[in-house]
């Protein structure tokens, strides 16, 4: 089962169980998928986009989050925590951080960068190795922390 149909059918099931904060988090989900997939004309979207949607959703809710408990608003920062939780489920095992800096040594190594002018090489190489892994923002920070 795809990604796309095993949210429809979590829908329906939410809406059984009248589970509204997993609903609302699913029916974003939907939302941006179908948006992408009009973009192409399609009706079926890659279980590849899904996973970077269902990412980039992730990331916003849990930006979300932290400006509402910086303006002590935490009944909205625990809805959107609560939506993240749901949402987790679709995408893959994050992985450890030490595990991604064995990589990003790896990679350095490959590249041979010696100074933080080497980051955008590096980069180039980790993304698409642990893109949905590992937040890209942690890659860029343990990257810059290595090359100094």
């Known amino acids: 089962m795809s990604i796309q149909e095993q949210i429809n059918h979590d829908i329906k099931e939410a809406m059984k169980t009248k589970n509204s904060d997993k609903l609302a988090a699913l029916r974003a989900v939907k939302s941006a998928i179908m ?19 269902i990412a980039k959703l992730v990331k916003q809710r849990k930006d979300s989050s932290a400006i509402f408990i910086e303006q002590n608003r935490g009944d909205l920062a625990e809805d959107e925590m609560s939506q993240v939780a749901y949402l987790e489920e ?59």
């Open 35 to 53: 948006l992408e997939a009009t973009k192409n004309g399609d009706s079926i979207v890659s279980d590849d986009i899904c996973l970077r949607l």
């Open 90 to 148: 679709y995408l893959p095992d994050q992985m450890e951080e030490h595990e991604a800096l064995k990589i990003i040594r790896e990679v350095i190594a490959q590249v041979g960068a010696s100074s933080s002018a080497d980051l955008g090489k590096c980069m180039k190489l980790l993304m698409p190795k642990l893109n949905g892994k590992v937040d890209g923002s942690l890659i860029s920070k343990l990257v810059r922390k290595e090359l100094n």
